[in-house]
Structures are given as C-alpha cells and as structure tokens.
C-alpha cells in the first residue's frame, strides 16, 4: 500500500505474510550489513526480529525509490537519541513504526514521525 502527497512525503505499509517465519528470510538478513544483523539478531524473539527486518527493507526500498541509492551503498548516522539518518542526504528524513504484523515507513523532506 502506498499514499503519495504534492509535498514530498511518501508513506509505505507492508503486512508481515501470517505465515512468515524468520528463519525463511536468512537470505535477506545476509545482505544486510553486519552491524544490522546484530542488531536483528539480538531482539527477543522471532516476531520481533521480522518486525525489525520488514523496516529495514521498507526503509532500504524507500530511499532506492527516491535517491536511487542502492542497499550496500547506504550509510547511516544514529543522533544521541538512536534515531538514524542518512549520512550523505540530510534532507531526507524516514521513520519507521511497527505493531503486531504491520509496517509502515514515512519519507519526506521535512522531519516527520508516524
């Protein structure tokens, strides 16, 4: 699903399939750079740990939709309080929020929060 506004903000929502298993997307955790899957890798449990990997490919399709960056070229920065941003784009902002089997990523040019 996906809504689109004249101001630049893009907000993207993708269900977890019922049937997803973690262990079924090792493949897409591999690409991922190590940092990340260790992070992944350190949550609680399995849903958890696909809540966290359906954002980082939510976040990762976002910015190659709207920079054309590719997913290994991607460099993050994290501010004092965890939030990331994109190190080469500061005027690309993104959030992410998850609930249960749902995941929703908001980008813009402008700060913003869902």
């Known amino acids: 699903m996906r809504k689109q ?10 269900k ?3 049937n997803a298993r973690f262990a079924d997307y ?10 990340r899957q260790s992070i992944i890798m350190n949550l609680l449990d399995d849903c ?3 809540r966290s990997l359906f954002g980082d490919m ?6 190659y939709e709207n920079l054309e960056v590719d997913s ?8 004092d309080y965890g939030k990331p941003s994109l190190r080469e784009y500061q005027n690309f902002h993104f959030n992410l929020s998850h609930s249960g089997k749902w995941v929703v990523c908001a980008v ?6 869902v």
């Open 48 to 50: 958890d740990r696909l």
């Open 26 to 35: 090792s493949l897409v955790l591999k690409r991922l750079p190590v940092n």
């Open 58 to 63: 939510l976040v990762r399709e976002l910015i």
């Open 108 to 113: 813009g040019d402008q700060p913003l929060g």
């Open 5 to 14: 506004s004249d101001h630049g903000l893009t907000i993207r929502v993708r």
């Open 16 to 18: 977890i399939p019922e």
């Open 72 to 79: 290994e070229e991607i460099k993050f920065l994290i501010n």
